[in-house]
């Protein structure tokens, strides 16, 4: 294949401008373009770095509403969301330019000599964090905006001082040209090496698994399924130089209705649960997938409130007819589970993209007997979990995998049990929120939008908010360096730059 076409996500059809299959010439090209601005790119100053991402902002606004128009035909999202996600993707570049320009970043640490210490004397040490290398990011399906060709993983690679390769998603190449060519003109608007940015484009999986077997690639960002990050977590290691893949990849987010809460507003819960769930077709990787609660008429409630919320939820188009057909396949295997009850579908819909809102529950015996009615069916479903107790809620959250989120909601008069429970949430997920709903992540200095495995491939990062950054540094301590050979913001003169170091042990600013 030379050439893909992109495709209507409302019929499924290829409709669109068709793009050039780009191959393992093109991958070698890039990635060495990558590395040879590498060293360009890292030198540039706090200042400047962050006006690049300023300006990759401003260009991404400038394209103006063609960008839309081509997101929303290729991924069936509506305008008033993807209009909030081109917000949210300049939010993010620029909230990195403002991270770049404050320094916390760089992890400076000054440990002075101490000549004359007993027994031994101390050498004069000092540390920073620097970029890794070329960073090569996947394009998601879910956010053509906000995870993919400018996303987070790219904003924060670039602010770390990373080229950054973007291997676009194939449902919307159109989208990812338009942002391609936006970063591109912020790269030529700022002298910076053309091979700063990349952007590659293709149907199969060749393509991103040439770019991550590349020795030139240092690190890697995803998001999408648990099968593709695991495939690319396998390539990395296999390397010759194993390198870090970061992967966002399978969550069902439990939501826990403790029974104080359900006694006063189980119906409101119901209600509101509903649009949680069918918000984007049920598409985020923080849907909330699993309900689980202790029996009793405030759980009846909800239960029946929820019912008839997706009983009249209409079809929703998908972004793929791949991910709709899978989402398919799961509402069918639970339907079909043994001790399942089906509680509600939504209205069906005509075409291979139309998803169907799907709603069922289950006893707390049944789930732990069956590990698969844990796995995550992306879209618009949701299992309801009915435990006798206190000791059943906590032996089915003691089961779970690792989650990016867990809901708690309560009432006051929840506190203890909550208080019982916490320890086990802070195991189990990146986020723990009460008395709201998980679709939806703030890009801030506090989120964390990462969990245990397989949550994300390392639990110990974020994709969302300033720590991103960090997945794409690492230390490098100096060592009896003379002064003159040190990075500028190590020498004694640089103190009082209003960035934080710790010297000797102690945080200063001034």
């Known amino acids: 294949m030379t050439e893909f076409r992109s495709v209507t996500a409302e019929t499924g059809l290829p409709e669109g401008e068709a793009f050039a299959v780009h191959g393992p010439a093109d991958v070698a090209a890039a990635c060495a373009a990558a590395e040879a601005a590498f060293d360009i790119y890292r030198a540039t100053d706090r ?119 973007v291997k676009g998603h194939p449902a919307h190449p159109q989208t990812g040209a338009l942002v391609a060519a936006a970063i591109g003109r912020a790269v030529r608007a700022c002298g910076l090496p053309e091979g700063t940015f990349s952007h590659l484009v293709g149907p199969g999986n060749e393509l991103g698994a040439a770019l991550v077997q590349d020795p030139r690639i240092a690190a890697v960002g995803f998001t999408g399924s648990r099968a593709g990050g695991l495939a690319l977590v396998k390539l990395a290691q296999a390397r010759e130089v194993p390198i870090p893949v970061y992967a966002e990849m399978s969550s069902i987010n439990p939501v826990l209705l403790l029974p104080e809460a359900l006694k006063a507003r189980g119906e409101a819960l119901g209600a509101a649960f509903v649009g949680s769930l069918t918000m984007g077709a049920g598409q985020f990787c923080t849907n909330p997938g699993l309900v689980l609660a202790i029996e009793g008429e405030g759980l009846d409630a909800f239960t029946a409130a929820a019912a008839s919320g997706i009983a009249a939820a209409e079809a929703q188009t998908m972004l793929t007819t791949g991910i709709c057909a899978a989402y398919g396949k799961g509402t069918e295997a639970l339907r079909n589970a043994a001790a399942v009850e089906t509680l509600a579908r939504g209205k069906d819909g005509n075409g291979s993209t139309r998803g169907q809102a799907a709603l069922f529950q289950t006893s707390a015996a049944a789930f732990l007997a069956d590990r698969a009615l844990g796995h995550e069916v992306f879209g618009a479903a949701s299992l309801i979990v009915r435990c006798a107790d206190e000791t059943e809620l906590r032996a089915v959250l003691s089961t779970l995998e690792g989650q990016l989120t867990a809901t708690l909601h309560m009432d006051d008069a929840d506190t203890a049990l909550a208080a019982r429970l916490l320890p086990l949430l802070e195991r189990k997920a990146g986020r723990i929120l009460a008395n709201g709903w998980p679709t939806g992540v703030e890009v801030c200095h506090a989120m964390v939008h990462g969990g245990p495995f397989p949550a994300t491939s390392d639990s110990r990062t974020t994709s969302v908010g300033s720590l991103a950054i960090d997945r794409f540094l690492r230390p490098v301590s100096y060592q009896n360096l003379a002064p003159a050979l040190l990075p500028a913001e190590l020498r004694d003169e640089a103190r009082g730059d209003g960035v934080p170091r710790l010297v000797d042990g102690t945080l200063s600013i001034a």
């Open 47 to 165: 200042e400047s770095r962050a006006a690049f991402l300023e300006r990759i902002a401003e260009e991404i606004e400038a394209t103006g509403d063609e960008l839309i128009v081509a997101a929303m035909r290729e991924s069936g999202l509506p305008r008033a969301r993807l209009e909030g996600e081109r917000g949210r993707t300049v939010g993010q570049l620029r909230l990195f330019g403002a991270v770049v320009r404050a320094g916390h970043w760089q992890g400076l640490r000054i440990d002075p000599a101490l000549p004359d210490r007993q027994p031994l004397p101390r050498p004069d040490l000092r540390l920073r964090m620097v970029p890794l290398g070329p960073v090569a990011v996947f394009g998601a399906s879910n956010f053509p905006l906000a995870f993919s060709t400018a996303g987070g993983d790219t904003a924060s690679a670039l602010a770390a001082g990373c080229p950054v390769v």
